[in-house]
Nanobody
Framework: QVQLVESGGGLVQAGGSLRLSCAASGCTFSTYAMGWFRQAPGKEREFVAAITRGGGTTLYAESVKGRFTISRDNAKNTVYLQMNSLKPEDTAVYYC???????????????????WGKGTLVTVSS
């Protein structure tokens, strides 16, 4: 059974930074592309970032490009999301997801994801 467990969320002031982690178990981590999505109160879940199985290619939503960085450590079965210059509009529950898709761009759709974590809350105060 594949499990994804997010951590690192919390309360931060605008302009601050947080690093989210997502630890995977029950799978061969390196065979999955990984992604981060977020869902703000009253809004639909949206794509944030994705990374290929080997970590060589990344993809970002326009709203976070230049501020967020996705990375992974296959030896630790963990994917990260470094979030800098946070804004109040980044407030959301952040979800980690895993996909067998070989096409990174397809991971912008939730339909491409096989497994999901339960999320971690990020709150950015103004």
């Amino acid at each position: 059974q594949v499990q994804l467990v997010e951590s690192g969320g919390g309360l931060v002031q605008a302009g601050g930074s947080l690093r989210l982690s997502c630890a995977a178990s029950g799978c061969t981590f390196s065979t999955y592309a990984m992604g981060w999505f977020r869902q703000a109160p009253g809004k639909e879940r949206e794509f944030v970032a994705a990374i290929t199985r080997g970590g060589g290619t990344t993809l970002y939503a326009e709203s976070v490009k230049g501020r967020f960085t996705i990375s992974r450590d296959n030896a630790k079965n963990t994917v990260y999301l470094q979030m800098n210059s946070l804004k109040p509009e980044d407030t959301a529950v952040y979800y980690c997801a895993a996909s067998l898709s070989l096409l990174l761009k397809s991971m912008m759709s939730m339909n491409a994801m096989e497994y999901w974590g339960k999320g971690t809350l990020v709150t950015v105060s103004s």
